[in-house]
């Protein structure tokens, strides 16, 4: 079972291996292909967690939110369920299917609901609507002893726990899922063994976020999500990473290379040489968002329905690899693991420091 | 009744002088601005008058022979555990005179020093840590109001104009310190030192003499409730207008600036006549209450077409983090809180060292406020009182400060010995004097060049540890506390500093 640890404030450590693909026509990529992707990265992790997302696995419920919710704690269930119903509408609910295996020992119990939230909330638009998800995700997290949602996206799959990544994929039986992106990671976590809620990936609604690296600069970003009524509470560094986009993006309504400009901005001495628009531009948003800069070094992917952002620290103290070939594109730790699924790829780079890249699907593309 | 006074036998400090090393040059007594030394002609023999000695070492230093030593005077009061040597002189100087005991620079009782208790973490082989001489490390610092989201229009140009901010090279500024308690040559010193390092400097109360209009851009000028030298000018000159609600030597009183160091340039850069004494009074006779302050932030505001961030500086008191909350809603962009050990050119010395609090609390405690109310980031917070090395900034970076004042750091990288006689004016360092002969003591050429090696010092030792931190800019260490462990404190004490046990 994983045990939350003691230790009253959390933080990652370590190194690990991470992975995207994105078909960019929309067309789904088979939940084996990121699998073996990952397992070629087998050396960045030490079986201490691994992880994947799926966006377009849900189908059938894509217009509802799905809540993956783990369960360290069984009697936590029936408190689950009577918060969700009381703040949205349950439209179904099962436990996630599971492959019992030798090499995952005493594992939580998943379950997954898909909830649309009541007409009211709907009427007042977008924006309240997140806000009553997320609200509902903080609340079970902090206030449910033994309870933890991992994911709350629409039409969004998460699966994680403690093991390597081909063990995982095993019992979360990954083979029986395909979307347009998909996202794994495995872990070489220095701290926090054992707990199944420390896998990567992190997300809040739409996000997920996969993550090698230490976030040197996470007491100002914790102290500055919780400004803004985000609680950190399951003991990772990555966590902040999520919320921070979240603010970012959904609530200070930053576009995407915006956000990316806060998280990894260019150095003083860089701005200073821009012509005046683009530094008073890029002064405006370091000064402003001071508190949401990432320190340290990472490797980033951030998963979102509609496409992809890789993002380097400022120094590149973490790898990450693009490669490409047609509509299929492929960013990760090492370059192996790009030429496990795209053999021959058309184009293979090295984005530069702090450079984000953005890959989104190609107008019209189904998703 | 024939008395004297115990206090004239039983002086501080004893001038001990080595005859056979005395050369009778008489630096000694040319440097003594106190007449604690005499040259005996009959006897070609230097003596002292002990009694006069401040323990300010200017002899010592200056002595070309190194024959002098300043030495506590070992004749002492009988011991006693609750009756101090301080207490019972003082008591003696108060039963002779009936007058209030005027002291100078800061608080110099043994209280818990909680830089002293804290330590930093550092990177080790999970996170690199960065190396400062081979890879950008950022110390520059925004201060001034920040807005609550940017907007970016459908083109992708911003369409949001930044509030007036103060842009600081590194985060350490110089402190306020008028006119008139430490004279012109300190001010250009640190001026010039200012203007050299991409800071700032202030004031104080005292008003800002024509000639240094030229440092305006890296001035902070200070409006206190006696208004010396303020006029449209003096705003319209420095890059931002401070007003001083309190100090932290002596929370809650007014300033004090004795007649004997008004003298020509002082009174007209004051606007009061030569000799008077300049005691500001203890509040803003026009700031009763918060929505006061608020009427004088915008009226300076309005004087100044709203292009100079506005500053309030506080004392650190009980309710500090109140206050500071209040004040931020008023519509100041910087708050400045100056803890208990900050300096002063003169007060009272049972306020200076009993009224206030600790620079260290205070700072956690508004920092977490402003936070808790979600308004951290209208506002920029600057911590004074007390800062003696690189570590000390670090550490009050890291529990929520966005920079620091320093002042009596300032004052000791010109010379300053920490005698405490600034308000007598007859500072044997030139600083805190205006009598033109010993101010002379002071250079502005050279006291600028050792006011820029210690802030240069003290930004390279920060850089460092930034790097071993594993972080390469200052914005990611402010109120980050997680890189902060306390030792030897009480669990009520890391609670009030918002920090953890070392080891945890």
Request: charge should be neutral; charged fraction near 20%; hydrophobic fraction near 40%.
């Amino acid at each position: 079972m994983g045990i939350k640890p003691s230790t009253p404030y959390g933080k990652d450590h370590g190194g690990c291996g991470l992975v995207g693909i994105l078909d960019r026509a929309g067309r789904p990529v088979s939940g084996d292909m990121i699998v073996s992707s990952l397992c070629s990265m087998k050396e960045r992790g030490n079986g201490l967690g691994s992880g994947y997302a799926v966006y377009g696995a849900y189908p059938q419920f894509r217009e509802s939110f799905g809540v993956h919710v783990m369960y360290n704690d069984a009697a936590a269930r029936g408190t689950v369920e009577a918060l969700l119903k009381s703040k949205l509408e349950l439209v179904h609910a099962e436990p996630v299917p599971v492959r019992k295996i030798h090499a995952i020992a005493d594992p939580p119990e998943f379950w997954r609901y898909f909830v649309n939230p009541p007409a009211p909330v709907i009427e007042q638009g977008e924006d309240a609507l997140d806000d009553l998800i997320v609200g509902t995700v903080m609340d079970i997290n902090e206030r449910i002893e033994g309870a933890y949602v991992v994911s709350s996206g629409k039409d969004l799959a998460v699966f994680k726990g403690v093991g390597h990544p081909d063990a995982i994929a095993e019992f979360f039986r990954m083979q029986d899922y395909a979307g347009h992106l998909l996202l794994g990671h495995t872990r070489f976590p220095t701290n926090t063994p054992g707990w199944w809620g420390g896998a990567h990936p992190f997300t809040i609604l739409d996000w997920s976020i996969v993550h090698n690296g230490e976030i040197s600069s996470y007491g100002t970003n914790r102290r500055y999500v919780e400004m803004f009524g985000y609680k950190c509470t399951l003991l990772t560094d990555t966590e902040v990473v999520a919320y921070l986009l979240d603010l970012l993006i959904r609530k200070k309504g930053l576009p995407l290379p915006a956000a990316a400009a806060v998280l990894a901005p260019p150095f003083w001495k860089d701005i200073l040489q821009m012509e005046p628009a683009k530094r008073d531009y890029y002064t405006a948003l370091r000064v402003s968002y001071a508190n949401a800069t990432l320190n340290g070094p990472f490797a980033i992917l951030m998963g979102f329905s509609n496409g992809i952002l890789g993002l380097n620290d400022r120094i590149k103290l973490r790898p990450l690899v693009v490669g490409r070939k047609g509509d299929l594109v492929a960013i990760a730790s090492e370059e192996s693991a790009i030429r496990e699924v795209i053999p021959e790829p058309e184009d293979v780079w090295a984005p530069k420091a702090g450079e984000p890249i953005i890959l989104t699907l190609k107008e019209g593309a189904p998703h | 009744m024939l008395y004297k006074n115990p206090y004239n036998n039983y002086f501080d400090y004893v001038v001990q002088r080595d005859l056979d090393k005395c050369i009778r040059c008489k630096a000694c007594v040319a440097q003594c601005s106190y007449g604690a030394n005499f040259y005996d002609a009959d006897r070609d023999v230097i003596y002292s008058t002990d009694a006069n000695c401040v323990g300010c070492m200017r002899c010592s230093t200056f002595c070309p022979t190194d024959c002098i030593r300043i030495v506590r005077n070992p004749d002492t009061f009988r011991p006693n555990a609750n009756w101090k040597d301080n207490n019972m002189k003082d008591l003696y100087k108060q039963a002779g005179t009936g007058g209030i005991i005027i002291t100078g620079m800061g608080n110099d009782k043994p209280y818990t020093n909680y830089w002293e208790h804290m330590v930093i973490d550092a990177c080790q082989v999970t996170n690199p840590s960065i190396d400062p001489l081979r890879e950008p490390m950022e110390l520059r610092t925004f201060l001034g109001r920040k807005p609550d989201r940017i907007e970016i229009d459908k083109k992708g140009d911003m369409t949001t104009k930044l509030a007036p901010q103060l842009v600081l090279e590194t985060p350490i500024m110089f402190s306020a310190m008028s006119y008139g308690s430490i004279n012109y040559n300190v001010c250009e010193s640190v001026a010039r030192a200012a203007k050299e390092l991409g800071t700032y400097w202030n004031t104080g109360e005292g008003g800002l003499p024509k000639t240094l209009y030229q440092y305006g851009e890296r001035t902070i000028v200070q409006c206190a409730s006696g208004r010396f030298g303020v006029s449209p000018e003096y705003l319209g000159a420095g890059a931002a207008i401070e007003i001083k609600i309190g100090q932290g030597a002596k929370p809650g009183i007014g300033g004090h600036l004795p007649g004997e160091k008004v003298l020509e340039g002082i009174s007209e850069t004051r606007m009061i006549p030569v000799g008077t004494d300049a005691i500001s009074p203890a509040p803003h006779h026009d700031i009763y209450s918060i929505e006061d302050l608020k009427q004088l932030i915008y009226a300076l505001k309005e004087a100044t077409h709203y292009e100079k961030p506005v500053s309030v500086k506080i004392a650190a008191v009980h309710n500090v983090a109140a206050i500071a909350s209040g004040i931020a809603r008023a519509g100041a962009d910087i708050i400045a809180i100056d803890g208990f050990r900050g300096g002063t050119g003169a007060a009272p010395k049972a306020i200076r060292d009993n009224v206030g609090i600790p620079i260290e609390v205070a700072i956690a405690a508004v920092d977490e406020r402003l936070r808790q109310e979600g308004i951290r980031n209208a506002v920029s917070l600057v911590a004074a009182g007390g800062f003696r090395s690189s570590s000390d900034v670090i550490k009050a970076i890291a529990l929520g400060a966005d920079a620091v004042y320093i002042a009596t750091s300032a004052l000791m990288s010109l010379g300053c010995t920490l005698c405490q006689q600034c308000h007598r004016g007859r500072c044997a360092w030139g600083i805190t004097t205006n009598d033109p002969e010993l101010a002379k003591r002071v250079n502005p050429e050279i006291g600028a060049e050792r006011l820029v090696n210690l802030i240069q010092a003290w930004s390279n030792e920060i850089k460092e540890m930034l790097g071993l931190m594993g972080i390469n800019c200052i914005e990611s260490l402010k109120g980050n506390r997680d890189r902060l462990r306390g030792v030897g404190l009480s669990e009520v004490e890391l609670t009030a500093l918002g920090i953890q046990q070392a080891g945890m």
